[in-house]
């Protein structure tokens, strides 16, 4: 590879790895203020207690102690893997010559792999945080489960804010005309299954919730329809009712919802062609 050609590889990752830097400081930000958020909008729906009159005591007694640990790792395995896959640092290990070029990639990347991991586990925890708070405190009202909506949609919104994330790998792959399996092979091993567990998390809390509440109120049912005269008019309504009751879906899942999933799914994609055009137009314009 000609120098300038090295070069322009390096500036553009370095532009990309800054920038992807930026990105993760700015969703560790996002989320803490919209945890705040959920939290208002979960507040009419709380059962009385002290969490009612003060919502965020869930996030007081909510410290994910083991937040540091994880940043840590993040760091070793930023530093593990810059050496195995022959970066900077690895070719200061084996002696090998040094590309130069590339002396930024130790401390940017050991930054991104640090941040990453601490931003996947605060996403992890806010996303455990609202499964127990829809477990322990909502008033699960059966004819109005859109209650539960803050909690559901706060699993889609760190889906889209992780696939955002992503289409930085397309990118890069158009403007440098290079990407290699070890250039997004260890992150989407890592991302994705989070990204998995933060969508489908907060879709099975709610489902426990609702089921539970379910099967409470078919007990009551069933015990009313014990009680009352057979054939009568109040049997056939409680029966109705009951029918009607047991055929509800208890997954708060809808059209719309996999619409939006599927949509965000086609941001990478997306992300490839537009750096496709731009890096044709720079290459008419060169």
Do not use: K
């Not at 930026?22 to 705040?36: G, H």
């Not at 991991?117 to 322990?136: D, E, K, N, P, T």
């Amino acid at each position: 590879m000609n120098p300038p050609e090295s070069l322009w590889r390096s500036g553009v990752q370095l532009w990309i790895n800054s920038l992807t830097v930026a990105y993760l400081v700015a969703m560790c930000l996002f989320e803490s203020r919209r945890l705040d958020v959920d939290l208002a909008e979960l507040r009419p729906a709380l059962r009385p207690g002290p969490w009612h009159d003060d919502p965020t005591l869930f996030v007081r007694n909510h410290r994910p102690r083991s937040l540091l640990a994880v940043s840590v790792a993040g760091t070793l395995f930023g530093l593990v893997f810059n050496i195995v896959t022959g970066g900077t640092l690895g070719q200061l290990v084996s002696g090998e010559p040094v590309r130069w070029e590339y002396a930024w990639g130790p401390p940017v990347l050991l930054l991104l792999w640090t941040l990453l991991f601490h931003v996947l586990w605060v996403m992890l925890g806010h996303s455990r945080l609202l499964v127990r708070i829809a477990r322990q405190a909502v008033r699960v009202e059966l004819s109005r489960l859109d209650v539960f909506d803050p909690i559901t949609n706060a699993g889609i919104r760190q889906l889209l804010l992780i696939i955002i994330g992503l289409a930085v790998i397309p990118t890069q792959g158009i403007l440098t005309g290079h990407l290699a399996p070890m250039d997004f092979v260890p992150a989407l091993a890592i991302v994705l299954p989070v990204a998995m567990a933060l969508l489908v998390t907060p879709l099975y809390g709610v489902y426990r919730a609702v089921a539970a509440a379910r099967a409470a109120e078919l007990m009551h049912l069933d015990a009313d329809l014990e009680r009352a005269e057979p054939r009568s008019d109040r049997a056939l309504l409680l029966a109705l009712y009951r029918h009607q009751l047991a055929a509800m879906p208890a997954w708060p899942l809808s059209l719309r919802r996999f619409g939006r999933v599927g949509f965000y799914l086609v941001i990478p994609p997306l992300a490839w062609v537009a750096a496709a055009l731009v890096e044709s137009g720079l290459s008419a314009w060169l």
